[in-house]
């Protein structure tokens, strides 16, 4: 049996994640200083869609799955790449372990949308409309 708005929430899930994998490459970038207004723009355009779906995402969960707060924090203390690039390496790692420990958060959400799709999966079409499972 399958949810249509379960699997979209997981594909949307999964877009997410995607937008969090390039915020880590920028970080890279900015460390290594290779960098240049291409890669600024495609910045500005990653956290302006992390912070668009973080709000889509929080709107499916009765209740939040991460913090706002968290994320709107990494994403505000990240204005570009360049002002990544200026920061000490302590401060990076910083940054990087907050990322990290919001990513892990996503992801463990994502494998809970799993779970659920690979529930409903396993149950037939009519255990489903009465509500036991095979």
């Not at 937008?19 to 890279?28: A, E, L, M, R, Y």
Request: contains cysteine; aromatic residues 8%; proline residues 2%.
């Amino acid at each position: 049996m399958r949810n249509k708005k379960l699997d979209s929430m997981i594909s949307q899930m999964e877009a997410y994640l995607e937008c969090w994998k390039q915020f880590s490459n920028f970080i890279n970038l900015a460390r290594a200083k290779r960098f240049g207004p291409e890669e600024e723009a495609q910045f500005l355009e990653v956290k302006s869609v992390m912070t668009q779906q973080l709000e889509m995402i929080l709107a499916a969960f009765e209740t939040p799955p991460v913090n706002r707060e968290d994320i709107h924090n990494l994403i505000g203390n990240a204005s570009s790449i360049r002002a990544l690039s200026e920061l000490n390496e302590n401060a990076l790692r910083g940054l990087e372990n907050q990322w990290h420990k919001i990513f892990i958060a996503l992801q463990a959400v994502l494998g809970q949308l799993k779970v659920q799709q690979k529930q409903l999966e396993g149950q037939s079409m009519w255990s489903g409309l009465f509500g036991k499972k095979k």
